[in-house]
């Protein structure tokens, strides 16, 4: 299958910091999506890219499809507590959603 | 609010006991999807449905099943649980499947826990 490499796996920041992270492919995906999943809970759609190079806003999130097709970046600004969790990318080829091994975030107050 | 619903959010089974996870949704979409989410994994697809056409992953084990009824309703039958399904189990729609744009976006359910003792 499609392998997804998401980075970092995890990150410890700070209340009010920015965050960044990142998922790549070896194939060229024609569509990104962006999910934050709590802790038993299921994952909840934050961001959708349909094309290279579209840059999308979610409140205080962007996300943006790369220019390769391979990549997709999701930035978080001013973080905040609530922003705790579990991100992950899906990436769709053709029909299937692949999705990336997560990013575990933790806001510390 | 339309919504994709799990029942129930925690179910417990004994090792080898058949078991059944529901999934409804009031999206009237025509994709419905189950995966399987190991702790600190991502979810794993398990099979989907466009519609009444099954459609299952090759390396889902065949201990899996699924049924689909109507257009609002997905069952995942586990017929024989072993310890190695322990697992979240969620449940997913789309309006469409393959064609591209928003119609193609998932929605999950809050998931079902499945303990096996």
């Known amino acids: 299958g499609q392998q997804l490499n998401q980075s970092p796996q995890s990150m410890f920041i700070q209340e009010g910091e920015d965050v960044s992270m990142n998922c790549t492919s070896s194939?060229?995906?024609?569509?990104w999506l962006w999910y934050k999943q709590d802790p038993g809970e299921g994952p909840v759609l934050l961001i959708a890219?349909?094309?290279?190079?579209e840059l999308t806003s979610n409140g205080r999130l962007t996300a943006q499809f790369g220019i390769t097709r391979k990549d997709s970046f999701l930035n978080i600004s001013a973080s905040i507590p609530s922003d705790v969790g579990i991100y992950f990318c899906?990436?769709?080829?053709?029909?299937?959603?692949?999705f990336g091994t997560g990013t575990s975030l933790t806001v510390i107050p | 609010d339309a919504m994709v619903i799990q029942n129930p959010r925690y179910q417990v089974t004994q090792f080898g006991k058949p078991v059944t996870l529901s999934c409804s949704q009031t999206l009237n979409h025509n994709v419905m999807y189950w995966y399987q989410q190991k702790s600190s994994q991502a979810p794993k697809l398990l099979f989907h449905?466009?519609?009444?056409?099954?459609?299952n992953e090759a390396d889902t084990p065949d201990n899996f099943q699924s049924r689909r009824p109507n257009t609002s309703f997905c069952f995942l039958d586990i017929r024989s649980p072993g310890l190695g399904d322990a697992a979240m189990y969620l449940c997913?729609?789309?309006?469409?499947?393959?064609?591209?744009?928003?119609?193609?976006?998932?929605?999950f359910g809050p998931g079902t826990r499945l303990t096996v003792l």
């Open positions: 997913a729609t789309s309006r469409e499947s393959g064609t591209g744009g928003p119609n193609n976006e998932q929605f």
């Open positions: 449905y466009y519609d009444k056409d099954f459609n």
């Open positions: 194939s060229i995906f024609n569509t």
């Open positions: 899906a990436g769709q080829p053709f029909t299937q959603f692949y």
């Open positions: 890219l349909y094309k290279a190079g």
